[in-house]
């Protein structure tokens, strides 16, 4: 069974990406061959559909097209505002860049805004849509219901919902691949704030003054560590791709890191794809590569 990553900084990591897809097609043996590539997911900057972060990519899209389609992948923007009003649906730089993606490849689009899916669905058909996690659907009926709507493609859940196993095993197998599990979110698994965390962001890619979040995880100092969000409860690693979720018909997995810098986006690349004995390898040829600056 192919397992389909979904990976983050479509905008934001192009020149990794652009390393990185070319390695990854001329030297497959260095990679899994049970897992490809699903989609890369982001916003560029001053798009103010865009949600779950502030967006702050600046390459080109036509250049950030060109690469997709080189290598056959599907490219999702990120629109999963939830603060959107009327006034906001024809802003020109957002529906500029719809007609930009919607013919040039199989390219989706992940929302959260039940206005913007409706606008979307009528002005773009060609693209497939994502249930954006900054929904934060914890019940789990929640997520049944989701799964049940006829307009997504995929629904990815709140990350604390990854380990309700019996539960995710009783989805039928539709449902099950239209599950894509959000892999490596470093959030406080008991957060209470999740939402307002989201809409926060939400107001600052509208320009709207809002005060600054304030995260209320007790180890919010440390910033991300890949290490800590290994040992968060509800962390997917790739033994439990392989041994857990796999077998049970979910093929689908997010790896969050937008708002990262590309050395640590590099280190999920290898973790999540690389086999053991060639990561030093795919390491040595991304770092070498001089026109990268991963730091």
């Known amino acids: 069974m192919k397992i389909y990553y979904h990976l983050p900084g479509l905008f934001e990591f192009y020149e990794l990406y652009r390393v990185f897809l070319e390695l990854f097609h001329r030297h497959r043996e260095y990679f899994y061959d049970w897992c490809e590539i699903g989609s890369v997911y982001g916003a560029p900057r001053d798009c103010i559909w865009g949600g779950g972060r502030a967006g702050y990519g600046e390459e080109s899209p036509e250049k950030v097209v060109e690469l997709m389609k080189e290598y056959g992948i599907s490219a999702r923007l990120t629109f999963s505002n939830s603060l959107l009003e009327e006034k906001h649906l024809l802003d020109k730089h957002c529906n500029k860049l719809c007609k930009l993606f919607e013919h040039t490849g199989n390219n989706g689009i992940i929302v959260h805004s039940e206005?913007?899916?409706?606008?979307?669905?009528?002005?773009?058909?060609?693209?497939?849509?994502?249930?954006?996690?900054?929904?934060?659907?914890?019940?789990?009926?929640?997520?049944?219901?989701?799964?049940?709507?006829?307009?997504?493609?995929?629904?990815?859940?709140?990350?604390?919902?990854?380990?309700?196993?019996?539960?995710?095993?009783?989805?039928?197998?539709?449902?099950?691949?239209?599950?894509?599990?959000?892999?490596?979110?470093?959030?406080?698994f008991d957060c209470y704030d999740r939402k307002r965390c989201y809409e926060t962001v939400s107001r600052m890619n509208l320009g709207e003054p809002c005060e600054e979040h304030v995260c209320v995880s007790p180890t919010s100092q440390r910033g991300y560590r890949f290490s800590d969000v290994m040992k968060n409860p509800g962390f997917i690693g790739i033994e439990d791709i392989q041994k857990t979720y796999a077998p049970s018909?979910?093929?689908?997995f997010k790896i969050e890191g937008r708002?990262?810098?590309?050395?640590?986006?590099?280190?999920?690349?290898l973790y999540y794809m690389t086999k053991p004995e060639f990561q030093l390898k795919v390491r040595e040829e991304i770092y070498l590569d001089s026109s990268l600056d991963l730091f």
């Open 115 to 188: 206005l913007l899916l409706s606008y979307l669905l009528q002005r773009y058909p060609k693209f497939y849509y994502v249930s954006s996690t900054t929904k934060v659907l914890t019940r789990f009926s929640q997520l049944e219901e989701e799964l049940n709507r006829e307009e997504f493609r995929f629904v990815v859940p709140d990350f604390r919902l990854n380990k309700e196993i019996e539960k995710l095993n009783g989805l039928t197998d539709a449902q099950k691949q239209k599950v894509e599990f959000l892999c490596n979110e470093c959030c406080w």
């Open 249 to 252: 018909g979910f093929s689908h």
């Open 259 to 269: 708002s990262l810098g590309s050395a640590l986006v590099l280190e999920f690349l």
